[in-house]
Nanobody
Framework: QVQLVESGGGLVQAGGSLRLSCAAS????????VGWFRQAPGKEREFVAA????????RYANSVKGRFTISRDNAKNTAYLQMNSLKPEDTAVYYC??????????????????WGQGTQVTVSS
């Protein structure tokens, strides 16, 4: 069992940066792929980024490629999402998720086994 808690969200102006953290409990975190998703008001939750167990592989949505960076520190049981050059359309609740079985970091919600409660990111224009 893995429990996930996101933090680091907030209000930022367009062009600014935020770093989200996803702290995991449980001794199996290092064996989980981790993904970040987001859900804007009135929209479905969408994939943002994912990272494999040992950080050897990452994947990004086209909308954030070149602006966001996913990373993890297994010694700290924490994953991160560095978000630069933020845009108003990045405004959403951001969720982290963990997957028990995939070697390649998944991009679909149904592939993830554990979810955090989310953290709000608001980008003002």
């Amino acid at each position: 069992q893995v429990q996930l808690v996101e933090s680091g969200g907030g209000l930022v102006q367009a062009g600014g940066s935020l770093r989200l953290s996803c702290a995991a409990s449980g001794r199996t975190f290092s064996s989980n792929a981790v993904g970040w998703f987001r859900q804007a008001p009135g929209k479905e939750r969408e994939f943002v980024a994912a990272i494999s167990r040992a950080s050897g592989s990452t994947r990004y949505a086209n909308s954030v490629k070149g602006r966001f960076t996913i990373s993890r520190d297994n010694a700290k049981n924490t994953a991160y999402l560095q978000m630069n050059s933020l845009k108003p359309e990045d405004t959403a609740v951001y969720y982290c998720a963990a997957d028990r079985s995939s070697l390649i970091p998944p991009t679909y919600e149904y592939e993830y086994d554990y979810w955090g409660q989310g953290t709000q990111v608001t980008v003002s224009s």
